[in-house]
């Protein structure tokens, strides 16, 4: 379900999808997915509305994809036989990332 929630940083309210909920001393945090602006935040409960009908209709700008059959790789170094290997990794590191988005652009 689409919600409504106000990010600090864009200053306005936005359209949002609901990742998760944390609780914290001072309330709960919310992890949100901006589905017009393509970001991830986190707002606490208190800025959250209810979207009403009319504007949940309205189709997404931005949208959750993954590459197809495109698994993250990592540079593995050994410095004692002096080797360097391209294997599998858990997550995409951070140039692999800012080089897709160059490419994007």
Do not use: M
């Amino acid at each position: 379900q689409v919600y409504v929630v106000f990010s600090e940083e864009l200053k306005c309210w936005c359209r949002a999808l609901v990742e998760s909920v944390r609780c914290q001393a001072d309330g709960y945090q919310l992890s949100c997915f901006l589905v017009d602006y393509a970001k991830y935040c986190s707002v606490p409960s208190e800025s959250i509305r209810v979207l009403p009908g009319a504007f949940a209709k309205i189709p997404h700008r931005a949208k959750k994809c993954r590459l197809h059959c495109t698994k993250p790789l990592t540079l593995r170094i050994d410095y004692c036989e002096n080797t360097a290997k391209i294997g599998p990794a858990k997550r995409w590191d951070t140039a692999a990332i800012q080089h897709f988005r160059k490419l994007l652009e």
